[in-house]
């Protein structure tokens, strides 16, 4: 093989491995692309999904009905959890306000009413 032969040889193998590394590139910001548009579809059905919980929870279709009394459930153990939470750090949130304040005082420390939620 001669030297202008493996220089071709070479000068081929290095267009090919440019086209490839081109390839790559315009895969990873397509993936990209198709990723953030993934998410952003995620987050309108999400929202899409609070929603119409928000405005047909108390009366939803009978197709939903089961996933509404879900959510319902989870809403009240998560606030359950969170008060738990926040008795255990010494906090509690201000039933006029909603800000956490101390245990410890009477009054909240935020809007200065005087019941606080225990």
């Known amino acids: 093989m001669s030297f202008k032969e493996i220089g071709e040889s070479m000068s ?3 267009s090919t491995s440019l086209e490839k590394s081109k390839q790559f590139v315009g895969l990873s910001k397509i993936g990209f ?3 953030k548009e993934e998410e952003q579809l995620e987050q309108l059905y999400a929202n899409l999904g609070r929603l119409h ?4 929870g ?3 279709d009978e197709i939903y009905a089961d ?6 459930g989870a809403e009240s153990q998560v606030k359950f959890l969170q008060s738990e939470m926040n008795r255990v750090r010494g ?3 201000c039933v006029f306000c ?3 304040t101390e245990v410890s005082g009477t009054f909240c420390s935020y ?3 005087e019941e606080l939620s225990k």
């Open 12 to 14: 081929s193998a290095f």
């Open 33 to 35: 692309k198709l990723s």
């Open 53 to 56: 919980y928000k405005v047909n």
């Open 58 to 60: 108390d009366q939803p």
């Open 67 to 72: 996933m509404f009394r879900a959510i319902t």
């Open 91 to 93: 906090f509690r949130r």
């Open 98 to 100: 909603g800000e956490e």
């Open 111 to 113: 809007c200065g009413k």
